[in-house]
C-alpha cells in the first residue's frame, strides 16, 4: 500500500488528499483494500454506486454491449443511446435530452442551452443565478457558477455572466435578478456544501419567480437524481419542474455518463450548437440504461425513503448519545451530521480503522452516500461503527495506523 501511495506523491498533480487506502475490489455496499482489509462503503464513489459495487445487471450490460459495440462518433444513431433516451423522457417531466460525461460538462452544456434560449427569447439575456454553497463542478464555467470562493480564487479571472446569492433565500434571487438575467440554477439539496435542505416553500418560490420574469430554472441533479432522495428526481420533493436538469453521479452506476433534460420550451439549441465526442456512447448509455430499468422495476426510490428514514432515525438515537452531534439532515439517503466542533477528520479516521467508508463534508460534518440497495443490517453495522468510532475521536485517542 505505503509504494502506491508514494507513487501519487510522485506523480500526481496534487488536486486531491486521498484517504491513505488502496482500493481493490468492490461487491454490494463493501469494498476491499489491498490488504485484504473490508469495509463498508456510506461514500458510494460520491452518490455513484447507485446500485453498490459491481451491480450484476450493470455488469452484464457493460459486457454485452463491450462485446457489440463500444463507440462510434454522434453522426450516426446507436440504439442504446435512443432507449435510454426514451426512458428518461418517459420518466422525466422533460422532453429532450444531450448526453455527455460527467456532472460539469452536463451543467456547462445546460448553462449553454439557457444562453442559447437567451438570445433568442430574452433579448439576449445571459447571466446565471446561482447559490453560495452550491456545487456545479470544477470546469471554469462551472467555478464561476459554484458559489465557493476557495474554488475560485485560484482561477480568476473567471468566465463572466455568474451571479452567486445565498442560498434558501428567495428575496436574494429576487434582487440579484436584472434584463441580463436568464436562468437560475440550483440543486434541489445543496450536496457537497454539506447536505442543505431547503426550506419548504424556497423552491416553490423560485420556480413562481422564474415564471413571473421569463427566466429558466435550472435543476442540478447531479447528486440529488436517480432516486437519491426518496424520489426518482429530488425536485420531486418539493412539487417544483424544472425547465432543464442535469444528471450524472448515480445515472451510470459507476460509468461515467452525463445528460441534460430539458423542457420543449427550453430546447433552443440547433444542429451545430453543441456537441460530445464521447457523450452518449453505447457502453456508458448500456449502463445507465441497466441502472434505470433496475430503479424502476425494484421501486428504489420507495426503497431509498424507507432505508433514510431508517438511517436518520439512527442516527438521532446517536445524537441522543453524542451531545457533539448538533444535527442530523437529508433526505432518502443523502445525509449528513453536523458536529458542534471540527470532529469529522478524526471520526473519520477512527471509523476507517473500524471497517467504514464515510465523507467529511466539512470540518465539522460527515456525509453519508451509501448504494440506494443498502440494507437495515448494513445501517445498523455503520451506525454502530460510527459509535464507536465517536468514542475514540472524542476522546482525542488517535487510532494506530
Ligand atoms: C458532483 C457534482 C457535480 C460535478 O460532477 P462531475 O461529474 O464531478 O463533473 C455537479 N453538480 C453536483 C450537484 C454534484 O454533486
Request: aromatic content about 6%.
Amino acid at each position: 500500500m505505503t509504494e502506491w501511495i508514494a507513487l501519487e506523491e510522485q506523480l500526481y498533480l496534487r488536486v486531491a488528499k486521498r484517504v491513505p487506502r488502496v482500493l481493490v475490489r468492490g461487491e454490494g455496499c463493501r469494498v476491499w483494500d489491498d490488504q485484504g482489509r473490508r469495509y463498508l462503503d456510506f461514500v458510494g464513489g460520491w452518490a455513484v454506486d447507485a446500485l453498490g459495487h459491481c451491480p450484476p445487471p450493470v455488469v452484464q450490460a457493460l459486457h454485452e454491449q463491450a462485446q457489440r459495440l463500444i463507440q462510434v462518433s454522434n453522426q450516426f444513431y446507436t440504439i442504446p443511446q435512443l432507449e435510454l433516451a426514451r426512458m428518461l423522457v418517459e420518466h422525466s417531466p422533460c422532453d429532450r435530452v444531450f448526453f455527455a460525461n460527467s456532472g460539469a460538462e452536463a451543467n456547462e452544456a445546460a448553462v449553454k442551452l439557457a444562453r442559447k434560449w437567451g438570445k433568442r427569447h430574452r433579448h439576449g439575456a445571459y447571466a446565471v443565478i446561482s447559490t453560495l454553497g452550491g456545487f456545479h463542478g470544477r470546469t471554469l464555467a462551472m467555478v464561476a457558477a459554484t458559489g465557493k470562493p476557495q474554488y475560485q480564487e485560484p482561477y480568476t479571472p473567471l468566465p463572466a455572466g455568474f451571479v452567486n446569492v445565498a442560498w434558501n433565500d428567495i428575496e436574494a434571487i429576487k434582487r440579484a435578478t436584472t434584463d441580463d438575467t436568464v436562468a437560475v440554477l440550483l440543486e434541489p439539496i445543496q450536496g457537497e456544501a454539506g447536505v442543505n435542505v431547503p426550506d419548504e416553500g424556497y423552491l416553490r418560490a423560485v420556480r413562481a419567480w422564474c415564471d413571473e420574469q421569463n427566466l429558466l430554472l435550472i435543476l442540478d441533479e447531479v447528486q440529488t437524481g436517480v432516486g437519491r432522495c426518496g424520489r426518482l428526481w429530488g425536485h420531486q420533493l418539493f412539487g417544483v419542474e424544472p425547465d432543464i436538469m442535469t444528471l450524472a453521479k448515480g445515472l451510470g452506476g459507476g460509468v461515467p455518463i452525463g445528460a441534460v433534460l430539458a423542457k420543449e420550451r427550453a430546447a433552443a439549441f440547433e444542429p451545430g450548437d453543441h456537441g460530445s465526442t464521447f457523450g452518449g456512447n453505447p457502453l456508458a448509455c448500456a449502463a445507465a440504461l441497466a441502472v434505470l430499468r433496475e430503479v424502476l422495476a425494484r421501486d428504489l426510490p420507495a426503497q431509498v425513503e424507507r432505508m433514510g428514514q431508517y438511517f436518520s432515525a439512527r442516527l438521532r438515537e446517536l445524537q441522543a448519545r453524542w451531545p457533539e452531534i448538533v444535527e442530523v439532515r437529508g433526505r432518502g439517503l443523502l445525509v449528513a451530521i453536523e458536529f458542534d466542533q471540527e470532529l469529522a477528520q478524526r471520526v473519520l479516521e477512527a471509523a476507517l480503522e473500524r471497517g467504514l467508508l464515510v465523507n467529511a463534508v466539512k470540518p465539522t460534518a460527515l456525509r453519508f452516500m451509501p448504494p440506494l440497495i443498502v440494507t437495515e443490517t448494513e445501517i445498523d453495522e455503520a451506525v454502530g461503527i460510527l459509535d464507536a468510532a465517536l468514542a475514540a475521536a472524542r476522546t482525542g485517542a488517535r487510532p494506530s495506523s
